[in-house]
């Protein structure tokens, strides 16, 4: 008998997927956050019509090339100040109110005012109700404080419209308008100018890791001051390789100009293991504290992958 042997060909081949780089950032508990929308900015903070540039810096014979790698802001987490800090979904109690405002409204709807001393009517579920609202308001303290978490977001030149004078108007209503009208209102404002711009960051209490809009990259080193736990950490995947660079950078621009950005942070790749790069950051003007460590992993489309 005739044994038919067959061989399948094995082909080796390479994956030429994404080409680009993978930066990890840890900034230092100290680094700014932008200050809360239409406030002047307060100690320790940029005003909040800038954005940051991270930059990669190539020395070439008398020349240096630079290159954007990646836009963000730096904000607090939830910002009370904002317009558009408000409850969003289909599980939240009054939908479009600002959160500032949350306590009040279930006050008015249990009729608790003094959690010691609820009325007589009052049920075991508003009695619990009417104390989660107040631990939600000083939870909001804790995180929107001068400790509390700072988020590294997209970068957007988008603002709000401006505010109603009262509820009365059509426009956004100003954040102590709680009826069921102004709420309607300003959950349609919000969200038609969340639409217009998705990187418009607006944070939130609820999920700290899901906005309500923009994008969350990750946050500043520091402790959640309601657990507390440590947090930290952002990253970027970039459509820049990132090799051979000699020095990288982080710049503050005003928004909406050609300014060529303040320094902020500054510091020269060193090689690691396997092509890792790392890299210690300093500001010119804070040395030792305002810093950041920077791990980059550069053109990670180099790997091959047999089959």
Same mark, same amino acid.
């Given at each position: 008998?005739?044994?038919?042997?067959?061989?399948?060909?094995?082909?080796?081949?390479?994956?030429?997927?994404?080409?680009?780089?993978?930066?990890?950032?840890?900034?230092?508990?100290?680094?700014?956050?932008?200050?809360?929308?239409?406030?002047?900015?307060?100690? /320790?903070?940029?005003?909040?019509?800038?954005?940051?540039?991270?930059?990669?810096?190539? $020395?070439?014979?008398?020349?240096?090339?630079?290159?954007?790698?990646?836009?963000?802001?730096?904000?607090?987490?939830?910002?009370?100040?904002?317009?558009?800090?408000?409850?969003?979904?289909?599980?939240?109690?009054?939908?479009?109110? $600002?959160?500032?405002?949350?306590?009040?409204?279930?006050?008015?709807?249990?009729?608790?005012?003094?959690?010691? /001393?609820?009325?007589?009517?009052?049920?075991?579920?508003?009695?619990?109700?009417?104390?989660?609202?107040?631990? @939600?308001?000083? /939870?909001?303290?804790?995180?929107?404080?001068?400790?509390?978490?700072?988020?590294?977001?997209?970068?957007?030149?988008?603002?709000?419209?401006?505010?109603?004078?009262?509820?009365?108007?059509?426009?956004?209503?100003?954040?102590?308008? @709680?009826?069921?009208?102004?709420?309607?209102?300003?959950?349609?404002?919000?969200?038609?100018?969340?639409?217009?711009?998705?990187?418009?960051?607006?944070?939130?209490? @609820?999920?700290?890791?899901?906005?309500?809009?923009?994008?969350?990259?990750?946050?500043?080193?520091?402790?959640?001051?309601?657990?507390?736990?440590?947090?930290?950490?952002?990253?970027?995947?970039?459509?820049?390789?990132?090799?051979?660079?000699?020095?990288?950078?982080?710049?503050?621009?005003?928004?909406?100009?050609?300014?060529?950005?303040?320094?902020?942070?500054?510091?020269?790749?060193?090689?690691?293991? @396997?092509?890792?790069? $790392?890299? $210690?950051?300093?500001?010119?003007?804070?040395?030792?504290?305002?810093?950041?460590?920077?791990?980059?992993?550069? /053109?990670?489309?180099?790997?091959?992958?047999?089959?």
């Amino acid at each position: 008998m005739r044994i038919a042997i067959i061989f399948w060909v094995v082909n080796v081949a390479c994956v030429d997927g994404f080409r680009g780089a993978n930066v990890q950032i840890d900034l230092s508990p100290g680094t700014p956050v932008q200050a809360s929308v239409g406030q002047t900015p307060g100690t /320790n903070e940029f005003p909040e019509n800038v954005h940051l540039r991270l930059s990669a810096i190539q $020395h070439i014979e008398d020349r240096d090339a630079l290159i954007e790698v990646q836009r963000f802001e730096l904000h607090k987490v939830v910002d009370v100040a904002s317009p558009c800090f408000i409850d969003v979904g289909i599980n939240v109690r009054f939908p479009g109110i $600002h959160v500032s405002e949350f306590e009040r409204a279930v006050q008015e709807d249990t009729g608790i005012t003094d959690l010691a /001393n609820p009325p007589a009517g009052a049920t075991e579920q508003q009695k619990i109700d009417a104390a989660t609202a107040q631990q @939600r308001m000083l /939870n909001l303290a804790r995180l929107g404080g001068s400790m509390g978490i700072k988020v590294v977001t997209s970068a957007s030149e988008s603002i709000y419209p401006a505010l109603d004078a009262d509820c009365t108007g059509s426009g956004l209503p100003p954040p102590a308008c @709680r009826d069921e009208a102004s709420n309607a209102r300003r959950l349609a404002i919000c969200q038609d100018t969340w639409a217009a711009d998705p990187l418009l960051f607006e944070g939130t209490d @609820r999920v700290l890791t899901a906005p309500l809009a923009g994008t969350t990259f990750g946050f500043v080193d520091g402790l959640n001051p309601i657990t507390p736990t440590p947090i930290g950490g952002a990253q970027w995947f970039v459509d820049v390789a990132l090799e051979e660079i000699d020095e990288y950078a982080i710049t503050v621009h005003p928004d909406g100009t050609d300014d060529p950005g303040t320094l902020f942070l500054v510091g020269t790749p060193v090689d690691g293991p @396997r092509g890792v790069d $790392h890299v $210690h950051l300093e500001s010119p003007s804070l040395p030792g504290v305002v810093t950041a460590e920077m791990t980059v992993f550069p /053109n990670l489309g180099e790997d091959e992958v047999s089959f």
